[in-house]
């Protein structure tokens, strides 16, 4: 297998190169800003792989064994259909050439802009698509490209309204942040609103687990629970039905805790008038959004909740979770301030972090 880098001053012209000097068989593995110390060769970087077919009619050589040449075959079969998906899967820029039928020059750029956002390559495809159709109908590029990503964000703004839903539990992974996100919420949409509220923690996994929301119900002197069943949780509910919001912390359940999740998240799936947040870092990578989204589906969260944006440079990776799964963004951490550190997800704050270069005229109201 050959794999070679070929820079040029768009991603198209070093697709011109890749072709010209590996062929059309050449497979596309990244594309991306070249490094700095390559910059001198041209802003963009493209990476290809050549993997040469087997020769089907190949007489062997007498000191090569036969089943060592299957196994060469399948090995590369099986190589070359690993390259194809991560070709798939990383991008499908414009190696089979111009995707877009109006082949605005201005697409590459923001190809490669978009990518290094962190956002997935099929949703950059589809922005880019209806940027195209955007920038013919008369928009300017830029903006085409901020109102596609906008039409796509799907936010969950329920708590702050009339309508809020009577209880609110957020479930996720340890380390979320979920107690203290939690201790926010009772602020902001508690005390703040003037709404009598009541804390529940269902955290009867660590040890001392229910001690941090004990204490956070003390200072903001609301009522305060530690539950370690399911049936004591629904007794609860049912006494606190005079309370206008009531706060449900969960364990932070990982990979092998889940069987023992089961119960609990049936409950809160099931029960009307809960609403379920899965609470997820920013920094995590999309694989691991992904698995752990698909792990506490049993929940049945309406939303996603991100924390820790302090920590990171980039929230492509949240933005396409969000829409790969269809689920609405509700409220966005950066830190550990009570409550200053908690806003509620909105449409112009979403469009900063995920793409914070675009110019302010170019921006979309929320």
């Known amino acids: 297998m050959r794999i070679k880098s ?27 800003r070249a490094p700095a110390e390559a910059r001198h060769l041209g802003e963009y970087e493209v990476v290809c792989a050549l993997v040469p077919e087997a020769e089907p009619g190949r007489v062997q050589a007498p000191e090569e064994p036969a089943h060592y040449d299957e196994r060469l075959s399948r090995e590369l079969a099986e190589l070359r259909r690993q390259l194809d998906v991560m070709g798939k899967t990383i991008t499908r820029s414009a190696w089979n050439g111009p995707r877009w039928p109006s082949a605005n020059p201005e697409i590459p750029e923001w190809h490669a802009r978009l990518m290094a956002a962190d956002i997935d390559g099929d949703l950059v495809n589809q922005i880019l698509d209806g940027a195209s159709r955007r920038a013919d109908a008369g928009s300017g590029f830029a903006e085409a490209v901020a109102a596609e990503i906008a039409q796509r964000i799907l936010l969950d703004n329920a708590l702050a309204s009339s309508n809020a839903p009577p209880a609110v539990a957020l479930v996720g992974p340890p380390g979320a942040g979920k107690t203290s996100m939690l201790a926010k919420l009772a602020v902001t949409y508690g005390l703040a609103m003037r709404r009598p509220i009541a804390l529940i923690s269902m955290d009867d ?45 969960t364990p932070g359940y990982g990979p092998r805790d889940m069987d023992g999740a089961a119960e609990l998240a049936h409950f809160l799936s099931a029960r009307p008038g809960i609403s379920t947040h899965l609470v997820l870092t920013a920094t995590m ?19 996603l909740a991100f924390t820790r944006l302090d920590e990171t440079a980039s929230f492509g990776t949240a933005f396409s979770m969000s829409v790969r799964h269809a689920k609405p963004i509700s409220f966005l951490g950066c830190g550990q301030g009570i409550p200053d550190d908690l806003a509620p997800a909105t449409r112009e704050q979403m469009l900063d972090l995920i793409w914070p270069p675009l110019p302010q005229t170019q921006r979309i109201a929320a």
């Open 6 to 32: 070929f820079y040029a001053n768009t991603v198209e012209g070093a697709v011109a190169l890749a072709r010209r000097e590996m062929g059309d068989d050449a497979m596309l593995v990244e594309s991306r």
């Open 205 to 249: 996994f660590r040890v001392a687990g229910a001690d941090q929301m004990c204490a956070y119900a003390a200072i903001l002197g609301v009522a305060f629970q530690a539950l370690d069943s399911v049936g004591a949780l629904a007794q609860a509910l049912e006494e606190h039905q005079g309370k206008r919001l009531v706060l449900i912390d």
């Open 285 to 303: 990578k999309s694989a691991d959004l992904t698995r752990v989204a698909e792990r506490f589906e049993i929940f049945g969260p309406s939303s």
